[in-house]
């Protein structure tokens, strides 16, 4: 409780992942409403892969370490608002975007040519997840948001290895979310888009300074 009490940045991050899953939750099940679907025609070369389902799952893990680690065991404050403040925009957007133009898409197959337990973990997946609120991806602007703040991080700048980890695992996963018929390619652009607007935004500036500081 005293960390608690002394940390109020994880007081805010509580409050504010409780006021996205009510928000998130509403939007997918909102009755009545007109969907607009997402589709492009690169959509239709992609095929399906059940085997992405792991780096999809590994997701959840991924976002969560990186906000335990930036939020706990990084000192560095600059770090850790960069972070948040980066994820805060992108999700917040997000909602707004569901709220105001209802999107959605119809790629996901209708049947499995294959049976494995690959499969089964999708079939659960598609259960429980809506083909709706898909624009832009949470799951491609998180990671590569999380990819960021690693490569950025002076404490991880010596663990080589980490931040090649956190490549490798971010480019799976936003690759995950086209070949499990999870997102659009639209999706995924999109979500690149405000990835890099967010970067030029929160992390230049950060770096302008910087230089300036060192040259005086």
């Known amino acids: 409780m005293r960390y608690l ?7 805010i991050i509580l409050i504010y992942f409780i006021f996205y899953l009510l928000i998130f939750y509403f939007l997918e099940h909102r009755l009545n409403t007109r969907i607009h679907i997402l589709h492009s025609s690169f959509d239709d070369m992609i095929p399906f892969n059940e ?17 335990v680690y930036f939020t706990i065991f990084n000192q560095n404050k600059t770090e850790f608002q960069q972070l948040t403040i980066t994820l805060g925009i992108g999700m917040t ?5 569901s709220f105001i133009i209802p999107n959605g898409h119809t790629l996901r197959p209708v049947y499995f040519s294959r049976d494995n ?11 429980t997840d809506t083909s709706t609120n898909i624009f832009p991806s949470i ?61 030029i935004k929160i992390y230049k500036p950060n770096q302008a300074m910087q230089r300036a500081i060192y040259f005086r």
């Not at 085997?51 to 969560?64: G, H, K, N």
């Open 5 to 11: 009490k002394n940390n109020k940045q994880v007081w």
């Open 51 to 67: 085997y992405f389902i792991v780096p999809y799952c590994l997701w959840f893990i991924y976002i969560a370490a990186a906000i």
């Open 139 to 199: 799951h491609v602007f998180n990671s590569v948001a999380v990819h960021i703040a690693v490569a950025k991080c002076d404490s991880l700048k010596t663990h080589r290895w980490v931040v090649r980890s956190s490549l490798i695992l971010s480019v799976l996963i936003v690759l995950s979310t086209v070949f499990l018929k999870q997102h659009s390619i639209l999706d995924v652009v999109g979500a690149l888009i405000l990835n890099f607007i967010c970067y």
């Open 117 to 127: 337990i690959f499969i089964d973990m999708v079939k659960y997946l598609y259960r």
């Open 93 to 97: 957007l997000f909602l707004i975007i």
